[in-house]
């Protein structure tokens, strides 16, 4: 990342890019950052959990509604700056906010609801932008892994192991950016793969 201008930017990465150093160098370069969090940071996971399910947690600061295709979702946005306490147990460089983002969503009567955490060098006063930046990450998230999906059948793969998992990943990305540089067929993905072979 180091060769990568990020100064200004704000770098969106999933849980498995939620790691000290990596938040570390992004503020070194003059970048912010929104990072997913699961149970992979352990107990960082664990109080940003507990914190927003507690009394202390805040107000929704913002909602949004999409509906397409026969779903309705409801988007609400908690956000705190008031985590000098997380600051004490954790030490993240550039720490500013930690986030809830709660989609609820209406299917053919059928309501669930998932509720994903953050943490954010933005901040936190600023729900519109924080909102951006969590909607920006799944869109893109959510684009890359339906496409490999649907045109490599990415799901069905259950290698394992070593690191041929990663690898084959890595070949999968380089196989669909070629396929999209590919502009003299007006086809979809999938269909381009199948030419190409």
Not at 74 to 88: G, H, M, N, P, V
Not at 107 to 112: M, Q, S
């Amino acid at each position: 990342m180091s060769r990568l201008d990020i100064a200004g930017a704000v770098v969106t990465i999933d849980a498995m890019g939620c790691q000290k150093k990596i938040a570390e160098q992004i503020k070194q370069q003059g970048g912010d950052y929104v990072l997913s969090l699961k149970g992979n940071q352990g107990t960082l996971h664990e109080d940003v959990l507990t914190f927003f399910t507690s009394s202390l947690s805040p107000a929704v600061a913002s909602v949004s509604y999409d509906g397409e295709h026969g779903r309705i979702e409801t988007r609400s946005l908690r956000a705190t700056a008031d985590i000098a306490w997380l600051q004490e147990r954790h030490g993240w460089k550039g720490l500013q906010s930690i986030i809830a983002v709660t989609a609820k969503r209406e299917i053919d009567n059928k309501v669930t609801e998932e509720t994903r955490y953050f943490i954010s060098s933005l901040d936190a006063h600023d729900p519109k932008r924080l909102e951006r930046a969590v909607r920006a990450h799944w869109a893109i998230e959510n684009n890359l892994h339906w496409v490999l999906d649907i045109a490599f059948d990415e799901d069905s793969n259950r290698t394992r192991k070593g690191h041929s998992a990663a690898n084959l990943a890595v070949i999968r990305h380089i196989a669909l950016n070629l396929t999209k540089a590919e502009k003299t067929s007006k086809v979809g993905v999938k269909i381009k793969r199948l030419k190409a072979g």
